[in-house]
């Protein structure tokens, strides 16, 4: 079965991380739809980026394929 998995671009000038700090691509594991637009938003408003697996075995194919 096809795995569903969202990346969010990094966020449009939204806001740039506190303290000139660079921005972060995180991995959120969530299997709930409503927590991982939560996450993925408010990673957003720090100025981070999000990617998001549903499950563990999807966040250890992505983490396979790039880095976090």
Do not use: C
Not at 31 to 37: P, Y
Not at 43 to 51: F, P, Q, S
């Amino acid at each position: 079965p096809a795995q569903n998995s969202t990346r969010a671009p990094f966020p449009g000038r939204a806001g740039a991380p506190a303290g000139g700090r660079r921005a972060l691509r995180v991995l959120v594991v969530e299997d709930n739809a409503v927590n991982q637009k939560v996450a993925v938003r408010h990673l957003e408003k720090l100025g981070h980026a999000a990617d998001v697996a549903e499950h563990g075995a999807r966040a250890l194919e992505m983490l396979a394929l790039q880095r976090y």
